[in-house]
């Protein structure tokens, strides 16, 4: 009977010894958060084990994370997987539907963003993209002949309409002639003349008759101007011409036509074209919801593709730029001792008190093996 209480006894002992050891050995790692001093003795074993090796520990964990854990494989992998780009697709589609049918100006979108008067904005920009595109342009073709900068079919054209031109000018100078204008003209004219010539003038006047000679000259200038010879003539003098001017270089044409004046157009016909004042207060919805369909089910699906695709070759490099195992640790060690000793109480509390009642059991069993030990020994 004095050996069944020896082993209960020394059971009990070394269960409460095992049991209170590694409680307390589990609550060293944590505690205390600090060190502690007699004087200017620290006392051993403060501050715990984790909030000593915390930077260690932090630096470690985020060497870990960084070599282990988020690799730029690994996030690769994750981003070109079917599943993925589904859900990404899934999401943009949602979205564009969203701004297809919004009833938000674009307008209204600038002011969110904060940008203030638009429509005068996106006028100098197209003024200031002319402008350098002309000058590109200038420069690249200034010392090329006008012949060998334009397209030959253009040339054609402009050649095969000479004789509609001329055509076209001799019709208007004999109906100007013909007209009242026209008569007064021609009256000016020969009054002029005459009046150079002095007496004979005067003679050839009185002999003719002022009205009789300025009519004579009137029709005639009209029947020269509706004459076929004359028609050939204009044709042929505006052939000679435009191909005396198709040989000129660019700086030399430019010196006959101002050029400014001709980019001045440029500028106000594109910016009339686009009406950008107007086009600003129309909603998203009259541009976008035309193009519906092919937006959703074309333009979607291609640019998740090619966006993640893009964005996978671009993750080494992104991942070395953010240098995650450095913020894993910076955000390891601004947690408190207290944040971090309840998150590992919170995953691990069960474990740990079940390492706690092991403890007691390996030191109940201990105490029972000396019990027998000692009776077997004192017999």
């Known amino acids: 009977m004095d ?10 002992i070394g269960a409460l010894i095992g049991g209170i050891t ?3 050995a589990i609550r060293m790692l944590f505690r205390p958060h600090k060190a502690r001093y007699i004087g200017k003795w620290r006392i051993p074993f403060t501050p715990g084990l984790i909030p000593k090796r915390k930077a260690e520990l932090a630096r470690q964990i985020g060497k870990i994370v960084d ?7 690994s996030i690769k992998q994750k981003i070109t997987e079917p599943v993925f780009q589904k859900e990404i697709e899934l999401v943009l589609r949602t979205e564009s539907k969203k701004w297809i049918h919004s009833n938000i100006t674009i307008a209204e979108m600038f002011e969110r963003a904060q940008i203030e008067q638009p429509g005068q904005k996106i006028e100098a920009y197209l003024h200031k993209w002319i402008d350098n595109k002309y000058a590109v342009i200038k420069d690249f073709y200034v010392d090329q002949p006008v012949k060998e900068s334009l397209p030959a079919e253009w040339l054609d054209r402009a050649e095969a309409k000479i004789p509609d031109i001329a055509d076209y000018f001799l019709r208007k100078g004999a109906n100007y002639f013909s007209s009242e204008e026209g008569r007064y003209r021609v009256k000016r004219m020969t009054n002029d003349f005459l009046s150079d010539w002095g ?3 005067s003679m050839v006047r009185k002999v003719v008759g002022s009205t009789s000679l300025e009519e004579k000259i009137r029709l005639e200038i009209v029947k020269f101007l509706s004459s076929p010879g004359a028609k050939d003539l204009a044709g042929t003098m505006l052939k000679s011409e435009w191909e005396r001017m198709i040989q000129w270089e660019w700086s030399q044409a430019l010196e006959h036509f101002s050029d400014e004046k001709a980019l001045q157009k440029t500028k106000s016909f594109v910016v009339s074209q686009l009406n950008v004042q107007n086009s600003l207060t129309k909603p998203l919805s009259a541009y976008l919801a035309p193009c519906e369909t092919k937006l959703i089910d074309e333009m979607v699906p291609k640019l998740v593709e090619r966006g993640l695709l893009r964005a996978a070759e671009h993750i080494p490099s992104l991942m070395h730029k953010l240098k995650i195992d450095g913020i894993v640790r910076s955000q390891i060690e601004a947690f408190s001792t207290e944040r971090l000793e309840r998150m590992v109480l919170e995953i691990a509390q069960r474990e740990l008190r079940m390492i706690t009642w092991l403890g007691a059991l390996l030191g109940g ?3 029972v093996l000396q019990a027998l030990m000692m009776t077997m020994f004192s017999l």
């Open 3 to 12: 050996a069944f209480w020896l082993v209960l006894f020394m059971a009990i």
């Open 67 to 73: 070599e282990h854990l988020l690799t730029p494989e």
């Open 199 to 201: 007496r004979l003038g």
């Open 22 to 24: 590694n409680a307390v």
């Open 365 to 367: 069993l201990i105490g």
